[in-house]
């Protein structure tokens, strides 16, 4: 049975950097990458002015929160040292006041852009916004991107090693919040010298994050940028994720959580779990045009249940699980899901109003025409009560076929309010209070 | 657009915005439906010492609000105004769009619910030389100040001075002043200005007092 990855608009993996199954051919981008044209990778490190690439960068690791300054966790649980894997692309100003930090969604890491060698086939995440001229230009910009607490790509998580020194944490991991993930990253923003950031960007669960930035640190950003997220998330929201760690529970290989040391841990679960979240990422037109109910091979059907990827969805699907079991830790996936169903600013802060009186930062919030896991009316809701309190909001419901991935996708869209948006946040200067 | 057919002085936007500005105490809340790339907000803000906030849908419009480094909320006015809090504003401008919008009842009300006054610019289709066209010709009326065939035209309303006045009388609200524009000019209490304005700004109020 053979697996093919299919590439084109609307498919583009949402949360991670599976790019060979992603391609930006349909958008007529220059630069194109993976396995299909390696050698134009190999342009893109050599000589990154040329195609807005930050070339060759490196993942760097700091230890927070060091012993008796331990963190306490909105759960009760205490940790430290916490362990935060980031990476900076451009440079700091002398007057420290142009960095920008990205917040990753739920399974992104802190490799945004760039690439980790020059062989290095897959750029980071968010490569086609993070670079010289583009939406977040590292040539005017200092951008900071950190893997979250309970993440499984070099920061602290239940992956890692125990404090206790009895193997890694597993399910024994203190419970953890976006509020706890924020109060860790804003720990590094000032391990990295910096008081206030420029702007504070992210999607989905990176927008919840810039949220949670806003009310606990408002005089730390003078932006915060907020991508197809909202102040919770809403029921539909939970309901997928609980499918999600449904199957990775229920999955023999999991064990509670302590499969460190096992050949296998619960594979098929999380897997599974991937293909459910994806389809979440998706709209009901990408998924249409990417898909329809095209075979994967040949035009009649084979009359053969077993045959799981028959349908070209399918098979895209089993994809996604796959690349997806090879990066991420089921462990980290439950603690993040339920990370993000506990997120309601409103309840966090007394209520909405309160969580945002404080800040004096400019709100950019965009939300996407089809998105379906955050619907525009979540990012009004947002906007409606910043303008309660009096907050400098913009508000565009971008026009997009791509869903909830959208804003991984449309770069050009996003980078075009974006870019004069910051330009004028930062020549207003640092108007530190 | 027909050549043979007679044009109108078309609408002179900056003497539009400096007729809007005029209105508009230094200081205050103001918020612009359909406010464009933010030309007069930008104006507002940086002479006015306004606070001000955009309403457009258009999104390279609003692109070049952000530009002059305005808030915007993308919305169609046609939505009404849910994301507006009551009272937010003082003034609320909405220029030469009301004849665009497909309920001008609710948008007159949704105006004077987020502020306390609105500045209205309409065209004024009872123009003697539109209502001219109509007679002579039997054809809906392509001008400069409505350069558009009637089945391809943002105008999905057709009103007269008269008319306005009408409606706003209608839901209760009061035209504090009128002031009509002929030939590109603001002349208050013109005569015939039915006849002979082009458009006209409104000024309107939740009271009369």
């Given at each position: 049975m ?11 993996d ?16 220059a630069?194109?990458?993976?396995v299909?044209?390696?050698?134009a990778i ?14 060759v960068v ?9 012993p008796p ?8 649980g205490?940790l430290?040292?916490v362990?935060v ?55 005017r910009y ?6 979250v ?11 890692t ?9 597993g ?7 976006v ?13 990295l010298g ?5 702007a ?6 990176g ?21 197809a997220?909202?102040?919770k ?25 302590n ?5 296998e ?8 779990a ?23 091979q ?20 089993h ?19 339920r990370?993000?169903d ?19 930062a ?15 009316s ?5 906007v ?6 009096g907050?400098?909001?913009t ?19 996003l ?12 020549a207003?200067g640092?108007?530190?209070? | ?14 003497l ?59 919305t ?10 009551d ?6 401008v ?29 065209p ?8 001219l ?6 054809r ?18 057709v ?15 009061f035209v ?5 524009i ?9 005569w ?18």
């Open positions: 053979q697996e093919v990855p299919l590439s084109g608009p609307g498919v583009r949402c949360h991670n950097r599976d790019r060979t199954a992603s391609a930006d051919k349909a958008h007529g981008l630069r194109r990458r993976g299909i044209e390696p050698m190999e342009m893109s490190t050599t000589n990154p002015a040329d195609d807005g690439s930050v070339g490196e993942t760097q690791t700091v230890t927070l929160f060091e300054a331990t963190l306490t966790l909105a759960g009760g205490r430290g040292p362990t894997a980031y990476e900076t692309y451009g440079t700091l100003s002398p007057e420290r006041d142009n960095a920008i930090f990205i917040c990753h969604a739920l399974t992104g890491d802190a490799h945004a852009a760039g690439v980790h060698d020059s062989s290095d086939e897959k750029p980071g995440w968010w490569d086609d916004f993070v670079g010289p001229g583009k939406g977040l230009d590292t040539d200092y951008v900071i991107c950190a893997n607490l309970g993440g499984c790509q070099g920061t602290t998580g239940p992956g090693t125990s404090s206790d020194g009895d193997g890694p944490w399910l024994r991991f203190p419970f953890l919040t509020d706890d993930i924020v109060r860790v990253h804003a720990g590094l923003v000032e391990h910096i008081s206030r950031l420029l504070v960007i992210g999607g989905s669960l927008g919840m994050q810039v949220l949670e930035w806003a009310a606990r640190f408002p005089d730390r950003l003078r932006s915060a940028i907020v991508l997220s909202g102040a998330l809403a029921a539909r929201g939970i309901a997928f994720n609980a499918i999600g760690r449904r199957a990775i529970l229920v999955d023999p290989g999991f064990n509670d959580g499969y460190y040391d096992q050949d841990g619960p594979r098929f679960g999380l897997a599974l991937r293909m459910v979240a994806h389809i979440t990422y998706l709209s009901e037109d990408s998924i249409e045009l990417k898909f329809g109910r095209r075979l994967q040949g035009d009649s059907f084979a009359y053969d249940l077993t045959r799981e990827t028959e349908f070209q969805v399918e098979s895209y699907l994809y996604q699980g796959k690349r997806f079991v090879e990066r991420f830790d089921a462990n980290s996936y439950l603690f993040l899901t990370a993000m506990y997120f309601d600013l409103a309840s966090t802060h007394g209520s909405l109003t309160r969580a945002f009186a404080q800040t004096e400019r709100f950019l919030v965009t939300s996407y025409s089809t998105d379906w896991l955050f619907p525009a979540q990012g009004r809701e947002v409606r009560t910043l303008l309660d309190v907050r400098d909001v508000f565009v419901e971008f026009d997009s076929v791509y869903g909830h991935d959208a804003f991984l996708i449309e770069h050009a869209q980078a075009g309010v974006v870019v004069p948006f910051l330009e004028q946040t930062f207003r640092t108007n530190v209070p | 657009m027909n050549a043979s057919r007679y044009s109108m002085p078309g609408f002179d936007s900056g539009i915005d400096e007729l809007l500005l005029d209105q508009v105490d230094s200081g205050s809340r103001v918020i612009d439906l359909g406010c464009g790339d933010g030309r007069l907000l930008a104006r507002l803000r940086d002479e006015r010492n306004c606070q001000v906030l955009g309403i457009e849908l258009g999104l390279v419009e609003l692109t070049g609000a952000i530009g002059r480094g305005l808030s915007v909320i993308q169609d006015l046609d939505r009404g105004l849910d994301d507006i809090p009272d937010s504003f003082d003034t609320a909405l220029s030469q769009t009301l004849q665009e919008v497909r309920r001008p009842t609710t948008v007159l009300r949704e105006m004077l619910r987020v502020a306390q006054r609105a500045l209205i610019v309409v004024n289709f009872g123009h003697w030389r539109v209502r066209k109509v007679v002579q010709q039997g809906a009326p392509v001008t400069d100040a409505l350069p558009y065939e009637w089945y391809d035209t943002p105008n999905l309303h009103c007269s001075m008269h008319d306005i006045r009408d409606l706003v009388e209608q839901l209760g609200f504090i002043r009128e002031i009509p002929i030939k590109g000019r603001p002349v208050e209490r013109a015939w200005a039915n006849l002979r304005a082009d458009s006209a700004l409104y000024v309107v109020e939740r009271t009369g007092e």
